[in-house]
């Protein structure tokens, strides 16, 4: 196995976590006021649903990805220095920064259900939690999220 098949696994594990996002966001999109979702009976509880599974399969992929690449420090320092200069790419950047975004937003989801599952009194207030996860999540994300891909921005060839 080749690096370049390495490089094709991680790319099509991203598509497939991508594309699955997609149809999740479509399906969301198309439910009507009158059709509430099963879940959540729609609104943020039903966004926070899908963007809980989005967020957990793009982690799960990037998983997968960072096994499979890791695999090859076992064949050879050339093969794994090969295959890690896919990541040193700045295009590759704005992938990291998704990948920050998913594990911060599912992790602070996870917390938030925590919560209910102790506390199932506090589910009544589902609403302000999942605003308030927003919120911490944007506070945690933004400054990481202008770091990283400023620095993508600067090795660019748009600079």
Do not use: C
Not at 36 to 45: F, Q, S
């Amino acid at each position: 196995m080749g690096p370049k098949i390495v490089e094709g696994i991680v790319f099509l594990l991203t598509v497939g976590a991508g594309l699955f996002a997609l149809f999740l966001f479509v399906d969301l999109m198309r439910l009507k006021s009158s059709q509430k979702g099963p879940a959540y009976k729609g609104g943020i509880g039903q966004w926070s649903w899908a963007a809980h599974r989005i967020t957990g399969l793009g982690v799960l992929a990037f998983l997968f990805g960072h096994i499979i690449d890791t695999f090859g420090a076992g064949i050879g320092p050339e093969f794994y220095n090969e295959t890690i200069e896919l990541y040193k790419q700045w295009w590759f950047k704005p992938f990291e920064v998704l990948l920050i975004g998913a594990v911060l937003y599912h992790a602070l989801n996870g917390l938030r259900i925590i919560l209910f599952d102790f506390w199932p009194s506090l589910a009544l207030k589902q609403k302000e939690f999942a605003y308030a996860e927003l919120v911490l999540f944007a506070v945690g994300f933004a400054p990481v999220a202008f770091f990283m891909l400023r620095s993508a921005y600067q090795t660019s060839p748009f600079t």
